[in-house]
């Protein structure tokens, strides 16, 4: 009975690791690996410039 436990153990992690070869490979040939300085620069603009924080946590403030 402790067979069948192993087997699934070892079923789903050959699922996941086939599914990250997968995607290593997806990515490799769809050219996501190229350029990541690009990719990192993709989501600042004009309003948010690279460098400088524009959002911030609310502080909680203490009640007198």
Known sequence: MEWIFYT??????????????????????????RDFERGATSIFDEQEPIGQMTDHFPVKRRKP
Do not use: C, D, E, P
Not at 18 to 30: E, N, P
């Open 8 to 33: 699934v153990a070892f079923l789903v992690a050959a699922a996941i690791s086939g599914t990250a070869v997968y995607a290593l490979y997806w990515s490799s040939k769809h050219g996501q690996l």
